[in-house]
């Protein structure tokens, strides 16, 4: 059965460092398109960056000069550098078997919770 396994995320100060890692397993093929959304408490889930098979890049206008989305094969993983507090959220990978289908994945992770906080 084809899924997502999630690492990374915790506890992070103001202009500090994290780094996500997904994984997707289970399945023979390869996603079109990996990314990672994240969310906060009342709010919807937002695309925070994406990145396709062939390498063709995306991201939120919040986060662009910040986080380096990158993929190896059927791993996809975010840098995130000089975090802020409005950075904080549960970020979810997300995959699609097709690369212009981000907005609605096929797959999804578990969820890592990342905490911006002095």
């Known amino acids: 059965q084809a899924q997502l396994v999630e690492s990374g995320g915790g506890l992070v100060q103001p202009g500090g460092s994290l780094r996500l890692s997904c994984q997707f397993t289970?399945?023979?093929?390869?996603?079109?398109?990996m990314g990672w959304f994240r969310q906060v408490p009342g709010k919807q889930r937002d695309l925070v960056a994406s990145?396709?098979?062939?390498?063709s890049v995306e991201y939120a206008d919040s986060v662009k000069d910040r986080f380096t989305i990158s993929r190896n094969h059927n791993t996809a993983n975010l840098q995130m550098n000089g975090l802020t507090p409005d950075d904080t959220g549960a970020y979810y990978c997300?995959?699609?078997?097709?690369?212009?289908?981000?907005?609605?994945?096929?797959?999804w992770g578990q969820g890592t919770q990342v905490t911006v906080s002095a």
């Open positions: 997300a995959a699609a078997r097709y690369r212009f289908r981000i907005a609605t994945p096929d797959y």
């Open positions: 990145i396709t098979s062939g390498g």
């Open positions: 289970g399945s023979m093929f390869s996603p079109g398109v």
